[in-house]
Structure formats: C-alpha cells, structure tokens
C-alpha cells in the first residue's frame, strides 16, 4: 500500500478514535448533567413541598389556638399555645396579642411589659402580617442573638425558622430565592440570592441547572434554584474521572476495533468473497499463435484481482477460491463476462480460439455440465477451449464422463502445463483431449540445452501419437520461437506475442497484424 494512502488511513484511525473517545466523554458529561438537572428539578418540588408543610402548620396552629376565643393570656390559653408548640414540626414559639400588643409568649410566660411589633415585612391578601427576619429569644437565658420568620393571624403570632429550614432543604443548590408576590404589592425577597427569581435563569439554562416554581397551595410564594454547571461537574468530580476513564477505554477499543475490521477486510478471504459480489474480478487475454503463419489465432483468459486495498495476483487466489469454496462462482463469472465482453467485439472473427483454465475438480462434478447451459456458450461464435492442469482428479469415471461430454457439445480441452504434473500417456489416452500445452519450464530451459527441454521432441512424438496438437507456453524470444517450430510445435504463447492484455489492446494487435498481411 503506498505510504501515502497507509498515512492518510492512520490519520483517519486516529482522528476516529479521538473522535468516539471525545464523544463519550461529552455524553457522559451531559449524562451527568442531566442527572444533576433531575435532581435538582426533585429538590425544588421537595423544597415547595416542605413549604407548603409549614405554612399549612402555620395557619392550622394559628386558626386552633384563634378558634379558643381566648381574649387574655390566662393560664390556659398559655397552655393551649404551649401544648400548640409540643406538637408542632417547625413552629418554635407562639406569641399572643391583646389590643395589638405582645402580652405572652410561650417562650417567656407573661410579660412584665406587653411589646408592640414593629411594621411587618409583609402582609397578606388576608391581612396576616409577616416578619422575616425577626430578632428573637426562645428561652429565658438565651443570650446568642437568634433571627426568625414570625408571622401573625388573627391574635397569635408564631415564630419558626423557615430560611435555615428551607436552606437545608435545598442542599445542591448554592443559590436560591423564597420570593412573595401579593397580588397589587410588590414582590417581596424573602430569603436566598435577590432578584433570582426574577432574574436571568432561562438565559442562563446553558450554562446552569436551575428550577423555578410557584407553591400550588400558596402561590404567592415562590421558589428559584440555581446551580451552575461548573458546580455540578465539581460535585461529580469522581464520576468525571470514571467518564475520563471510560472515554480513554472506548478510544482504545475503536482504534482496535478499526484494526481487527482492516486485518478483517484485508483479509484474502474477505477480499475474494467482496470481489466476486462488486466486480474485483477481471479478465486479460493473452494472444495464442499459430506457429506456421505467425498469426494470432486465439488467446487465453487469464483472470486478474484488485480492491481498493491492491491487486493478488492468481498465485494468491486460485487455489485461494477452491478452499473457499468459490471456484464454482469464479468459472461462472469469467465465462459470462469474458465472453458477452469479446461477443460484442465484432473485430474477432468467428471460430477465434478462447481458452479458458477450468479447476479439475469441477471437472469431476456434474456441475461443469451446467455450463454449457450458459447462454454466452451456447450462442457463442468462437471455438472455445477448456483448459485443465494434469490432475488425478481427471481419473475419476464421472471426469471422464465430462470431458467426453464437452467435447460432444464442441468444447476443445486442453492439458495445461504439461509435463509437470501426474498425466501419463494412459490418463491421456482416455482424456480424449485435443491440446497439449508444454510448460512454460520446457521452453525457458531451451536455450540452456538442459535435460528437461531435451524432452520437448518426446512430447512432440507424444502429440503427434495421440494425434493432438501441442502448445509452448512462455515463448519469450525469437530463437525459442524457432527451434519450436522447427520441431513441430503447432501454437506458441508468450511474451514474444504479447503479454496479457485488455480486449482492446487484442484488436489493436489484430488489426496491426491485418495490416502487416
Ligand atoms: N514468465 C513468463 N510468463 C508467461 C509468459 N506467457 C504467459 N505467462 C504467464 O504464464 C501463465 C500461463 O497461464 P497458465 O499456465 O494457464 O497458469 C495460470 C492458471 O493456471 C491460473 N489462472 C489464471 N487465470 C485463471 C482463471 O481465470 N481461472 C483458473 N481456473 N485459473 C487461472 O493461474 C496461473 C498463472 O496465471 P498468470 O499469473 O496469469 O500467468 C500466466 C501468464 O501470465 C511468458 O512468456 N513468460
């Protein structure tokens, strides 16, 4: 692979890896976030709730003791407000009131001096009066100042602490507003950051996690929670490093991931299996020649494999495509599409000799009969050649079957590579054949006068025995050319000629040697 695609493909890899570990920790980060959101969303209604409890204690307490009728602080209106207390969640003292001023409170009994109120913060549409931050003293020796939230119905006053309450409450949020919006009165700020309420929180829904809500028992009274994103993510600072963590780790596994699926994808059997289905299969042809004339009288087909990962060559794929199982698929293929390809050449003439390799082994199935059900072979104009490697697979009675049944239906065999592998003269004699090719290993150690080109006069007198025409393979020059014509040799195959070439480098050669003639 040039190094140039191998660089942008790493780059590729990498960026893709960055990509998914940046995008897993973004959706962690929103996971926590939203899970913050939630939370604070479940605090607020809690908050309004717990608000809700201690008004409702407030003005039940308030309409009991009011509805006693007591017009003095005498013993048992002091009981009732103290027993009032005893049983009460949030309320801390109660105080009563006799002609507008403070005469007893359950904290302090009786007082010496009955104490006016100061202007309430607040009042209601009902016109019950409210303190917000009122200094208070809930026992006799209390000398800490204390502040309150009093409020006042009817002739009791009662003293709780709502902010610090409320606050506890809202434990995830830094900032808060307890708001009072009266009806023809402007709002009042109760507690917790001012103008909150108000304020920007839906501007700010970016960057914050908030909540907003009006009591639905009290909906003058309102509440905002605030918390920025900042916080939250230093809250959840453990989880950050968990989702840190994790990102890296799913980093890694894409760039796995990618790697296990290029070595899947590179791999030859996926390769061979994807060029079948998309076309990665094509076909060349090498001109045959007849020795006596020097004419191109035919060619062999001869297949050739590339992806966009690169080319095989037929040495990493034929026998490749039996061991898949593909060798059946593969010989359909190359029949259908070398042949509707040179049908369509109206430069070929009719009887031009195309030769196909054919695995032997399908040779020895009643599948190879299928073939000559194959449209392309049956209208076909040419004289076709069915080319097979010496093989014991041929001694099978169904091969000989087949091959006899071929040759019935017009179909030339070949012995290809002859010479180097198992036939002998008797598989020769009942392959009824009607090519022999000599192996290209003959021809090249010719000029070398070696012991195996001495035997090419033998396979001479082998052909001409059996009455079959002989073919050289691997004819790469001229002296080779000759001394094989001198010894009889019918048709030569070679460089000499022509390397595999396309359809249309075929005509071209055609056409030059119509020209030549
Ligand atoms: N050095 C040299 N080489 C020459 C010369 N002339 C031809 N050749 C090469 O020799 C091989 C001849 O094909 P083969 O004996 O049928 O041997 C073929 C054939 O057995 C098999 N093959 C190729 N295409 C197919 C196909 O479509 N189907 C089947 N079943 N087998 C094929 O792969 C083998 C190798 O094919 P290729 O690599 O194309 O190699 C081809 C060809 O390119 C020459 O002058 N010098």
Redesign the pocket.
Known sequence: MPFRTQLARHTFSTLLSVVAAVLCFVIALQLILASARHELQQNGQETLATFDAIFGEIQSVTDALNRLGYADCNRDNLLAMRRAVFNANYIKGIGFFQDGKLVCATSSGRLKTPLTEPKPDYQDAQGNQFWLRSRIMLFRDDSTPRYAFIAQRGRYNVVLELQQKLAVEMRNARDWELLFQGQGHPPVHMAGVQGLFDGSLAQEQLTNTSFSACSSQYPQYCLALRQSSQAVLEQNSYLMVVAFIFSLIVGAATSIGQSLYRDYRSSIRVRLRQGLRHQGFY??L?PVVDMASGKVIGA?????FADDIGPL???QF?DRLRELEL?WP??VQ?LNRTLTELEACTELPAGFKVS????PHLLATGAIRELMALPVIKASRFKLVF?V?EDEELDKAQAQANLHYLRQQGIGLAV??FGTGYANLGQLIKMDCDLL?I??SFV?DMEEHSVRSSLIPQIVGIARQLNVQLVA????NERQYQALRKLGVDYA????FG??MTLGELVVLLEQQAAAA
């Open positions: 076909w060349l090498q062999e087909a001869l297949a050739r060559s037929p040495d034929i060798a593969f010989t190359m196909f390799n054919i695995y080319e490697t290809d590579d090719k192996d290209r090249t393979e691997g004819v790469e195959q070679g460089w000499l390397k595999p």
